[in-house]
Each structure stands twice: as structure tokens, then as C-alpha cells.
């Protein structure tokens, strides 16, 4: 067996120790006292999903046009047009002029007329002209952005494998594009107590049957070899299912939608195996020859023969 000295992710541990890498790849640790740098911004815009993106585009946007909406009812809605005689309305009327004003739209209907209001409006487009440049440029970092789109199956399997036992789990490409030169490698996580009755994380690279293939156009089963190599060997299923174990999947391959590398981590839990099933095909084949590959497929099982 080869055993991992340091792999990044500390041998330090404690009971039932939550994962470091969640199943969709993004980091489980929380961290504290972190100083936050201006420099930090564009990072913690590009990796917003997109729904909390556009909310606070759109809140930014509502609270900014609220904002010049008062300080233009305060200053005199008459420096921009005729007070309706109400404080809402004359503020709905300056909400929708800082809109014009802050997106330069400019309709014609409502200009301002003082000289402070057009120093403030002057201000507010320059504000507008900034955001929007920052936001254009965000949504440009957010689409072209190489990412790797792969998802993983739901459970580890093990079943009998060339006379021997494997642990299994399968992968597949969420688009339709082929992952060229896909290579895979496998960490095996193991928190045990030592003699000091304190809890120690060991780490090894599991041996795979093949971790490199040419191309994927469909599906990859990833197999382990339960063989004397493998730190799994002298175990038996319900004790390897017993295990405060998970493994650390990192793939790689050349993305043809942005001709480039592109990576993905993913994790699992011991929790998450299942003995004595084989996956279920996923692919086959229509009348006419095509492959059809089933997505929802990817973690279905079925008991061994």
C-alpha cells in the first residue's frame, strides 16, 4: 500500500470528523479571524452562485436608487420637477429619476434644473458608469471561468471484482462535450484512536485499475482493487462499512468547451457504501446504433447475480 505522509489536509482529528472537501468540491472548512482585503472582492463575486449574484446586483441597484431618491426629495424635488404635493410621490418621482440617471438612460421627461441637483446627478452617473463596467466585467469572469462540470455517483459500491473485491464508484460529464485525457486519483482518509486516546487521521493513494484514459464520452467506473496492496485487504465488508473513513477524489482533463485543464474535487463518506450490488448500465444503444447514455442512471444499482 502507498501511504500519503501529507496530503494538505492535517493528521489531526476528532470523532465522527466532518470531510474537509464536500461531495460538490467546495471546501468544508470555516474559517475565522480571516482579514478580508479589497483584493478578495473579485474572488467573492466570481464564485457567488448565480442567484445570490443577481440578488445583490438587484439590491444594490433598489437601495442606491432609494438612496438618491431621498437626498432629491431632501434637496427640493423642484431642482428635478414639480412636487406632486405628497412626500411619496415626490419620492417615487426622484426614485425614477436616479433609475434614468444612474443607467444614463436619460428619457427627457424629468432633468434637474439647480445647480446641486445636477452636481448630485453628475455624481450618480459616474457612480452608474462604474457599476455597470464592474458588473459587465464580473459577468464576463463568471461565463468564462473554466470549469469542469462532472458529477459524481451518489454511493461507493463494493462487489466481487476478477476474483477478488473492488471498490467502485462511477462518474460522468454533465455536458454533452468529450473529456479528453480525464485522469483521476483517489485519497483513502482513515480516523482511528491511537494509544494516547486521541484521534489521528492516516492517508493513503489507493491503487486504481486505470487512472488515466484516453477520452470519455460516457460514463467512467473508477475501481479500486481490494488486493494485498490495498490498506483495505484484511478487512471485510461490514468492517470496511463500519470504518470513520471517506475517500478525496481529484479529476482532471482537457475541457474542449474552453480549451483548457480544468479540475473538479468531489468526497465521499463510508456511510455512503453499498455491498454486494453492481451498478447499473447506463448506456445502450437505439435503432439507429446511436449511444443513448441515461444521466439518472449514474447511481442506480442492482444485486449481483
Given at each position: 500500500?502507498?501511504?500519503?505522509?501529507?496530503?494538505?489536509?492535517?493528521?489531526?482529528?476528532?470523532?465522527?470528523?466532518?470531510?474537509?472537501?464536500?461531495?460538490?468540491?467546495?471546501?468544508?472548512?470555516?474559517?475565522?479571524?480571516?482579514?478580508?482585503?479589497?483584493?478578495?472582492?473579485?474572488?467573492?463575486?466570481?464564485?457567488?452562485?448565480?442567484?445570490?449574484?443577481?440578488?445583490?446586483?438587484?439590491?444594490?441597484?433598489?437601495?442606491?436608487?432609494?438612496?438618491?431618491?431621498?437626498?432629491?426629495?431632501?434637496?427640493?424635488?423642484?431642482?428635478?420637477?414639480?412636487?406632486?404635493?405628497?412626500?411619496?410621490?415626490?419620492?417615487?418621482?426622484?426614485?425614477?429619476?436616479?433609475?434614468?440617471?444612474?443607467?444614463?438612460?436619460?428619457?427627457?421627461?424629468?432633468?434637474?434644473?439647480?445647480?446641486?441637483?445636477?452636481?448630485?446627478?453628475?455624481?450618480?452617473?459616474?457612480?452608474?458608469?462604474?457599476?455597470?463596467?464592474?458588473?459587465?466585467?464580473?459577468?464576463?469572469?463568471?461565463?468564462?471561468?473554466?470549469?469542469?462540470?462532472?458529477?459524481?455517483?451518489?454511493?461507493?459500491?463494493?462487489?466481487?471484482?476478477?476474483?477478488?473485491?473492488?471498490?467502485?464508484?462511477?462518474?460522468?460529464?454533465?455536458?454533452?462535450?468529450?473529456?479528453?485525457?480525464?485522469?483521476?486519483?483517489?485519497?483513502?482518509?482513515?480516523?482511528?484512536?491511537?494509544?494516547?486516546?486521541q484521534y489521528?487521521?492516516?492517508?493513503?493513494?489507493?491503487?486504481?485499475?486505470?487512472?488515466?484514459?484516453?477520452?470519455?464520452?460516457?460514463?467512467w467506473t473508477?475501481?479500486?482493487?481490494?488486493?494485498?496492496?490495498?490498506?483495505?485487504?484484511?478487512?471485510?465488508?461490514?468492517?470496511?462499512q463500519k470504518?470513520?473513513?471517506?475517500?478525496?477524489?481529484?479529476?482532471?482533463?482537457?475541457?474542449?468547451?474552453?480549451?483548457?485543464?480544468?479540475?473538479?474535487?468531489?468526497?465521499?463518506?463510508?456511510?455512503?457504501?453499498?455491498?454486494?450490488?453492481?451498478?447499473?448500465?447506463?448506456?445502450?444503444?437505439?435503432?439507429?446504433?446511436?449511444?443513448?447514455?441515461?444521466?439518472?442512471?449514474?447511481?442506480?444499482?442492482?444485486?449481483?447475480?
Amino acid at each position: 500500500m502507498s501511504k500519503t505522509k501529507d496530503p494538505g489536509f492535517g493528521h489531526n482529528s476528532a470523532e465522527n470528523v466532518k470531510g474537509t472537501i464536500n461531495k460538490d468540491g467546495s471546501s468544508n472548512i470555516i474559517h475565522v479571524n480571516r482579514k478580508f482585503s479589497i483584493d478578495d472582492l473579485y474572488t467573492f463575486f466570481i464564485e457567488l452562485s448565480w442567484w445570490r449574484f443577481f440578488a445583490m446586483v438587484i439590491a444594490s441597484y433598489t437601495v442606491l436608487n432609494i438612496l438618491f431618491g431621498i437626498i432629491y426629495v431632501t434637496i427640493g424635488i423642484e431642482q428635478i420637477t414639480a412636487s406632486k404635493g405628497s412626500f411619496f410621490k415626490d419620492f417615487l418621482n426622484g426614485f425614477f429619476f436616479s433609475a434614468q440617471t444612474l443607467t444614463t438612460v436619460g428619457y427627457g421627461g424629468i432633468a434637474p434644473k439647480g445647480i446641486l441637483a445636477n452636481i448630485i446627478a453628475a455624481f450618480e452617473a459616474l457612480i452608474g458608469l462604474t457599476s455597470f463596467s464592474f458588473i459587465t466585467g464580473l459577468l464576463y469572469g463568471r461565463f468564462s471561468k473554466p470549469r469542469a462540470s462532472i458529477r459524481f455517483s451518489d454511493n461507493l459500491i463494493i462487489r466481487d471484482f476478477k476474483e477478488e473485491r473492488a471498490l467502485m464508484f462511477r462518474l460522468m460529464n454533465s455536458r454533452k462535450t468529450i473529456m479528453i485525457e480525464p485522469e483521476v486519483s483517489v485519497t483513502l482518509s482513515l480516523n482511528e484512536k491511537n494509544r494516547e486516546n486521541q484521534y489521528k487521521r492516516s492517508f493513503f493513494t489507493l491503487e486504481l485499475e486505470r487512472k488515466r484514459i484516453t477520452y470519455l464520452p460516457t460514463i467512467w467506473t473508477i475501481v479500486h482493487p481490494i488486493n494485498k496492496k490495498s490498506p483495505l485487504y484484511n478487512l471485510t465488508n461490514d468492517e470496511i462499512q463500519k470504518l470513520d473513513a471517506g475517500l478525496y477524489v481529484l479529476i482532471q482533463y482537457h475541457e474542449e468547451s474552453f480549451g483548457q485543464k480544468v479540475y473538479q474535487a468531489s468526497s465521499y463518506k463510508f456511510n455512503q457504501l453499498i455491498t454486494d450490488v453492481k451498478y447499473t448500465p447506463s448506456s445502450s444503444f437505439d435503432e439507429n446504433g446511436y449511444t443513448v447514455l441515461d444521466h439518472q442512471k449514474l447511481s442506480e444499482v442492482e444485486k449481483l447475480d
